[in-house]
């Protein structure tokens, strides 16, 4: 017999309480880098709901697509480390995407929530 979250974390498209999908290890890596920068890393319910907001906002979704595949990169080696496996090591081109990340999201998400009042 399984757990209730365990039965949905099987599901593939099994939604969160924050609009997140259960399975989708490189988005939570993404929303946990944002909530790191903005917010000191206060994970709180108000924070996830807002910074969710923001990544599925259909006007952002140049600038997640742009950096998911990198923050998928990075979920792959957290994930190996945890593990204890052999170490997946991010490639340049994803190590120079974080970065770039990191540099503009305060501008971005200032301006999108300038854009939502």
Do not use: C
């Amino acid at each position: 017999m399984i757990t209730f979250k365990q039965f949905l974390s099987l599901a593939e498209d099994s939604k969160g309480r924050h609009g997140e999908y259960v399975n989708d290890v490189a988005e939570k890596t993404l929303v946990h880098a944002i909530i790191n920068i903005l917010f000191g890393g206060q994970k709180t319910d108000e924070n996830y709901d807002l910074v969710y907001s923001f990544v599925e906002d259909p006007k952002q979704e140049r600038f997640y697509e742009r950096f998911y595949p990198a923050f998928a990169e990075k979920a792959k080696a957290a994930e190996a480390a945890r593990k204890g496996e052999k170490p997946v090591v991010v490639s340049p081109e994803s190590s120079k995407l974080l970065g770039e990340f990191k540099n503009q999201l305060k501008q971005v998400f200032n301006n999108w929530k300038q854009a939502r009042k």
